[in-house]
């Protein structure tokens, strides 16, 4: 699971710097699909892909697919070309608390007080970044565009997350990722042939096509698979909890590699962030042990 912020990390500034040369719904389409395709392909040698299980569970897959591949995607590319990399990566690094509580909403897990200061907490953290620290901007509504789109990319995959807590109950993790990666990016390709990107792609320079690949197979394959896999083993709201890096990695990538700048705003929202992500995290060994081993039990079994 410490790959997983790592890879997921790199993407942010990678994204960004592949946006500038093909639109985003293109860029999204090649992702996935060229994903997919060697998941479908590794699914085959390893004899995971399986119908019956598909078929038992299509409409949970479905939506995980809608969810957290077509829609996340879209609002992430989109989001790119409004605002930077590292807001983005902060604003994302919220899913953990958003998981939690919707869990707590929708899943019937207790409520308790740490989870109420992190949420707070976490909220404080984003606004802070998303109104750059202005009340003026907090009080006209005058939000970056692209922060706004985060938000929703936010939503998407947290939703994608609790129904993945659901349906990955007797299904592999490669067979999940293999499945919502092929049919999240029918959708994107559909939707990239009016966007008409497709002339730019033969364009594409020689860093854009090699950051096309490292998000194909470091950030797509090797990070959703893994992603999947902690929410098969441990949970989402557990699994959850390794997204509190993704920003510090975006950040150190994004100014190391791309010359961006982090400004002490978001630096503060990150430690917000993070803070209270460790909060839920510690309370939830406090709280859960018995749920995480009737978990470890079911997925035994």
Known sequence: MLFVPLFWGGAFPAAQHVITEIS?????????????LILLLISLYRSEWNFKEIKQR???LLLMALTGIFAYNAFFFYALN??????????MA?????MTLGAVLFLKEPW??????????SLTGVL??????????????????GDLLFILALVSWVTHGLIGKIVMRGITPLLTTTFTSLVGSVGLLIWSLFEGGWRSVPLMSVQAWL????????ATVLAFFLWNKGVHEIGASIASMFMNLVP???????VAFYGSTITWKQITGMLLVITSVFLVAGSKKKHEPVKHQKLTSEVQS
């Open 24 to 36: 985003p719904i293109t860029a999204a389409a090649i992702r996935f699909g060229a994903a997919g």
């Open 58 to 60: 299509w409409a949970g």
């Open 82 to 91: 409004y605002t930077s990399a590292i807001n983005g990566s902060l604003i």
């Open 94 to 98: 919220t899913t953990p608390i958003l």
């Open 112 to 121: 308790h007080m740490r989870l109420g200061i992190g949420l707070l907490l």
């Open 128 to 145: 802070l970044v998303v109104t750059q620290g202005s009340l003026r901007t907090l009080l006209s509504l005058s939000y970056n565009m």
């Open 211 to 218: 950051e096309m690949m490292y998000m194909i197979v470091f």
């Open 248 to 254: 510090i990695n975006a950040s150190w990538i994004a």
